[in-house]
């Protein structure tokens, strides 16, 4: 219950995005606080990646607020507590140059100051990520020559090397075989439970999700927002989402 | 063989020669793995309108092309976000109405000479003692930027949206980045001239990613690209009575058409 008094790290309030005067998203609000663990799930085009590029500041809300770490959005600075993955991560360009080893170090690029060079700490850091992303073995390779899997825990060390408070994933396993995803949702569970990572994704696999989130978003223009354990289980929005009976399990107990 | 080191115009050559491979390499890494090649050659052309100007109203052309390149650059950043049209049809537009703009400037003043020539191809003959000190002054300012963001240029390269949210300054480093290639290009251009530089800042880098490394090692190797074909070229050029920017350019070509070959599939 304690969680109640602190800040959340999202607070949003009647959020409404329009795009030339049609509603993409209209009448969000909800709060992420620290340590929880949701997906969002929705049909395709009903404004999931939208609601995420808005809490990351890429786009601008027709109306409505976000707080980030009780901080107005514009008026926030230390980015480096977020990490973002984007859906198409997976699918770098093979032509780029950079090995693994390059791309977490970005990591912590926007962390030094400037004329600032990499110091231990960074170095440490950017280590740390691809071990706990089991990558440090592919640390001199081309990224560009990686499996889909391989390059999806590049793209979330790389998150990680800037030691976020929260990781938010969209739609992390495109072009993902079925068995890394299998062991990416794993990975993803113990960076919540373990290192205590607040964690947002975007995702079609419901099934495979189902066992471990706390909360669950659904989106569509509008959010539905199961908070409740018992309400996931019968959530009704979620057949009327993508017209066909859902069944969620809900394991864990969820202060809120 | 270095005979030709006895004459200064030789001397100021090489050293304006050198330090624009410098420029041009690194600057051009980023520049090409942002798929933004085009903005050499659109810069390139609105120097030239500057050369016009300083040939017609007796200005030196070096300094008033620098000027004139970065009102380009501003131009073109403000088009692009302003209107919200294609960058490529953007460059391409600003490209024609340079030149365009340049030819009725220099006919217009009657100084439709051999001096524009040497602009549009480059001479090593004609590089003075001001244009090395320009080359000097305004490319070490390039360089230290270059050198101080290069880890926040590669970040933006690679996805300029994750370099955003994770706090980088990408609108404003995308500014001084394009105004950097501005006045690098100008300075280019007694060299290499403006029809060519595109090719000394798109080339090097193009021919050392076909070797598949890192971003540093990429990076160098297209700077050693660079800094051997100007050295050739220009070797080439004196002994063979050759024009230097196209020699170069030949150079840098003959260099990515081996590192094609070296690493064909």
């Known amino acids: ?256 | 063989m270095l005979e030709m080191f006895e004459y200064e115009f030789m001397q100021r050559a090489f050293i304006a020669g050198l330090f624009i491979a410098t420029l041009a390499s690194i600057s051009g890494t980023f520049v090409v793995l942002r798929r933004y090649s085009l903005i050499s050659e659109t810069l390139a052309h609105s120097a030239l309108v500057g050369v016009a100007v300083g040939l017609v109203a007796g200005y030196n052309p070096l300094w008033v092309a620098v000027v004139v390149s970065l009102l380009g650059a501003w131009l073109i950043e403000y088009l692009r976000s302003a209107f919200s049209l294609y960058s490529d049809a953007v460059l391409s537009i600003l490209l024609s109405g340079s030149l365009a703009l340049a030819v009725i400037i220099v006919s217009l003043g009657g100084a439709f000479n051999n001096s524009l020539f040497s602009y549009l191809f480059g001479s090593i003959l004609s590089v003075s003692d001001e244009d090395v000190r320009a080359i000097i002054i305004f490319g070490s300012f390039s360089l230290i930027f270059l050198l101080l963001f290069s880890k926040e240029l590669y970040f933006i390269a690679y996805d300029e949206e994750v370099a955003q949210t994770s706090g980088i300054k990408v609108k404003f480093l995308n500014f001084l980045l394009v105004s950097v290639v501005a006045v690098i290009i100008a300075l280019s251009i007694r060299v290499v001239g403006s029809l060519l530089i595109g090719a000394l800042m798109v080339i090097p880098t193009v021919a050392s990613l076909q070797y598949r490394m890192g971003f540093r090692n990429t990076m160098l190797l297209s700077l050693f690209f660079a800094l051997l074909s100007v050295v050739a070229g220009m070797s080439l050029s004196y002994y063979f009575s050759l024009p230097s920017g196209a020699t170069i350019v030949l150079c840098v070509i003959a260099l990515f058409v081996i590192s094609l070959m070296a690493n064909k599939k």
């Not at chain 1, 939208?50 to 901080?71: A, Q």
Request: net charge positive; proline share 3%; aromatic share 8%.
């Open chain 1, 1 to 256: 219950m304690q969680l109640k008094f602190r800040v959340p790290i999202f607070d949003v309030k009647n959020l409404e995005f329009k795009v030339r005067g049609q509603d993409i998203l209209s009448n969000i609000s909800f709060e992420i606080y620290h340590g929880e663990y949701i997906a969002i799930i929705g049909p395709n085009g009903g404004g999931k990646t939208t609601l995420i590029r808005l809490l990351l500041g890429l786009e601008t809300p027709t109306s409505g607020e976000i707080k980030i770490f009780g901080k107005k959005l514009k008026n926030f600075k230390e980015w480096s507590k977020i990490g973002y993955v984007p859906q198409r991560a997976s699918l770098v360009d093979a032509n780029f140059p950079a090995t693994v080893e390059d791309i977490v170090k970005m990591g912590r690029v926007a962390k030094r100051g400037f004329f600032a060079g990499i110091s231990k700490e960074d170095k440490e850091k950017v280590i740390d990520a691809m071990q706990k992303m089991d990558i440090l073995h592919l640390k001199d390779k081309m990224v560009g020559t990686l499996s889909g899997g391989q390059r999806q825990r590049v793209m979330i060390a790389r998150a990680l090397a800037s030691s976020p408070e929260i990781l938010i994933l969209d739609e992390p396993n495109t072009g993902v075989d079925v068995k890394s995803q299998q062991r990416f949702y794993t990975l993803l569970r113990k960076l919540n439970k373990e290192e205590n990572i607040t964690i947002l994704f975007i995702t079609h696999d419901i099934g495979v999700i189902a066992d471990d989130i706390g909360r669950l978003f659904t989106i569509n223009r509008k959010a539905t927002i199961c908070n409740d354990p018992k309400k996931i289980l019968s959530c009704e929005e979620m057949s009327e989402l993508y017209g066909i009976e859902a069944h969620l399990i809900h394991n864990h107990k969820h202060e809120h």
